[in-house]
């Protein structure tokens, strides 16, 4: 299975991040990426992730709301891939087969 | 036409009861789900749903949430279906040709 | 690439016409169509989306909507598109193709 999740509050990472945990306990093998756009970016900026989420996870940041937020991209985690534009991604992978979820 | 709704916010109920009902009335046959995950799921313990909407509509909640907030299965209404994984439940539902709205 | 995106809340018009922009920018040749239903609608009583931006982009106004918040289709932007479900609109879209985004 493949599933993107999608977030742009700050607000929504707790439960994003509590969504991907229970996909992955019922879906071990399952495809995730967690696309964040707007201030959500920001959230890459601390170490809050556990690794072995990176490690299982794709986590994108939009490079628009990476400079909107003035945020460079050495100071994010990087275990995450910046993109241009996080809404071109999520395009891209609903085209790919992609589940969409918005928490 | 299969149209899945999702929430997880208890404040989303009303606007995605508004666009149940929006939905059918143009489209009668519509196959419509309703996936309540996180504190929507509260929702589910109030006979707030209209009998004639929980016959025409499968309601379907996040077992994860009902834990998350202390709900036990036998406090939420019947016609309710009960999953693992809301978000599991979602993507299944996207590979099957469900549309994908969030109020 | 074909992608639609959606919003109910007055306070997302910002960030959803950033998000169109940064997907214009990426992808000039995009089909991009932007469903508005619940208080959202309001915004198009305004003159607030810039002319280009109308002649791009596909900006759909959910009747039901205007109906609650007892907006004529007169007082709308001429540029705007009325459908009388804005939900059935959207599920209509993903089936031709078109990718789903909620900011």
Same mark, same amino acid.
Request: net charge neutral; hydrophobic share 45%.
């Given at each position: 299975?493949?599933?993107?999740?999608?977030?742009?509050?700050?607000?929504?990472?707790?439960?994003?991040?509590?969504?991907?945990?229970?996909?992955?306990?019922?879906?071990?093998? %399952?495809?995730?990426?967690? &696309? #964040?756009?707007?201030? $959500?970016? !920001?959230?890459? *900026?601390?170490?809050?992730?556990?690794?072995?989420?990176? %490690?299982?996870?794709?986590? &994108? #940041?939009?490079?628009? $709301?990476? !400079?909107?937020? *003035?945020?460079?991209?050495?100071?994010?985690?990087?275990?995450?891939?910046?993109?241009?534009?996080?809404?071109?991604?999520?395009?891209?992978?609903?085209?790919?087969?992609?589940?969409?979820?918005?928490?």
């Amino acid at each position: 299975m493949k599933v993107l999740f999608h977030l742009d509050e700050t607000e929504k990472w707790s439960m994003t991040l509590a969504n991907v945990k229970n996909f992955l306990h019922e879906v071990p093998d %399952a495809h995730i990426t967690v &696309v #964040a756009n707007g201030p $959500a970016v !920001k959230y890459y *900026t601390t170490d809050a992730i556990e690794a072995d989420l990176l %490690a299982q996870v794709d986590f &994108v #940041a939009c490079n628009n $709301a990476l !400079k909107a937020n *003035t945020i460079q991209p050495p100071q994010i985690n990087t275990a995450v891939r910046i993109v241009n534009a996080g809404v071109v991604e999520i395009a891209r992978k609903q085209k790919e087969g992609y589940a969409y979820i918005r928490p």
